[in-house]
């Protein structure tokens, strides 16, 4: 069995909250690769490129929110296998 990091992809539209999701994640999992993504239109385009083990995706983004990067990766026949975790930051609630 191959050892390697665990390859983790983080998207969401505010650079704050990615910057505190990979400082958590290393927290828990030094080992893990934390790759970040602004957009969902980079996202699509690095996750092909890196093959991430899981995604965490925001849903509310502009230009194209979490639903519609969900339907794009998820018609691939590679990318479909990668687990997607929804997540909803409540700023200015």
Not at 23 to 34: G, H, Q, R
Not at 55 to 81: A, Q, S, T, Y
């Amino acid at each position: 069995m191959e050892n390697r990091s665990l390859k983790i992809l983080a998207i969401d539209d505010n650079e704050d909250n990615l910057i505190l999701l990979k400082a958590l994640i290393k927290d828990n999992f030094p080992e893990a690769i934390v790759l970040t993504a602004l957009s969902g239109k980079k996202a699509i385009e690095m996750a092909f490129v890196e093959g991430p083990d899981v995604i965490l995706l925001d849903i509310i983004m502009p230009e194209m929110d979490g639903f519609e990067v969900c339907r794009r990766l998820k018609v691939d026949n590679i990318l479909k296998e990668i687990p997607v975790v929804f997540s909803n930051s409540f700023e200015g609630r």
